[in-house]
Nanobody
Framework: QVQLVESGGGLVQAGGSLRLSCAAS??????FAWFRQAPGQEREFVAR????????????DYAESVKGRFTISRYNSKNMVYLQMDSLQPEETAVYYC???????????????WGQGTQVTVSS
């Protein structure tokens, strides 16, 4: 059974940092992504990482709003993906989701596998 399990959410003050983790139960995914969803809003792309065709280079891209503050990283040997979030702001309070698939870009509907989400709350 394919599972993605997120952890690392919590409460942080504005300007603070959190590191989210996502553990995958299988090693079949080429692409991992993080999305977030605030109450009453649509699920929003945050960051994505993908291995090259040769499997030796990892590519990443980010939503404009998080560039320079968030870093996505991946460790294939451990089936883990991380999202380091720095300089967090109150408007980034949301449930953060890990997503994965053999391919995918910045739209939530492109991903078939999702974690349960982890709450991130940024206080002002």
């Amino acid at each position: 059974q394919v599972q993605l399990v997120e952890s690392g959410g919590g409460l942080v003050q504005a300007g603070g940092s959190l590191r989210l983790s996502c553990a995958a139960s299988v090693r079949i995914f080429e692409v991992f992504a993080w999305f977030r969803q605030a109450p009453g809003q649509e699920r929003e792309f945050v960051a994505r990482t993908r291995w090259s065709d040769g499997g030796d280079i990892s590519y990443s891209d980010y939503a404009e709003s998080v560039k320079g503050r968030f870093t996505i990283s991946r460790y294939n040997s451990k089936n883990m993906v991380y999202l380091q979030m720095d300089s967090l702001q109150p408007e980034e309070t949301a449930v953060y989701y890990c997503a994965a698939d053999v391919d995918g870009w910045r739209t939530a509907s492109e991903y078939n596998y999702w974690g349960q989400g982890t709450q991130v709350t940024v206080s002002s």
